[in-house]
């Protein structure tokens, strides 16, 4: 079996796929005019109708019952964040491997994620309460 076919390219030789170096050019000339076009296309759209300013949106009734629910979505989330960045390091014997210390685990990332969604401001609340309330 001839392993050169396949597109391997060894150490101390260079696979060229074209019989020719002019096929190649004119194929690389061809895909980066046609990024050149897409790309001034994108940069001559109009971009005025977007608004990046948090200055212009709709205040957030944080007394809602729907913002406190998108706040307990938020502290899941962060809470799944933290649990799993915990699976990531290895077990110490500080804290009791059985039933009571998984338990005690959890209660204690129920906690941390709390206070980071209370305190961190990242931002998952606010985005599904004005996705869920029609706000923009």
Do not use: H, W
Request: with cysteine.
């Amino acid at each position: 079996m001839d392993v050169s076919a396949l597109g391997i390219q060894y150490i101390n030789q260079e696979y060229i796929p074209f019989s020719s170096s002019q096929a190649t050019t004119s194929v690389g000339s061809e895909e980066s005019s046609g990024f050149e076009k897409l790309l001034k296309k994108a940069q001559e759209q109009d971009t005025s109708n977007i608004s990046f300013s948090s200055a212009k949106k709709t205040p957030i009734d944080k007394t809602d019952k729907l913002y406190e629910a998108c706040m307990e979505l938020e502290t899941f989330l962060i809470k799944n964040l933290i649990k799993s960045m915990r699976s990531t390091i290895q077990k110490n014997s500080l804290i009791d491997t059985g039933f009571a210390g998984e338990v005690y685990e959890d209660m204690l990332y129920d906690e941390y994620a709390k206070a980071f969604a209370q305190n961190a401001n990242f931002g998952f609340a606010e985005m599904a309460y004005r996705e869920l309330a029609g706000l923009r």
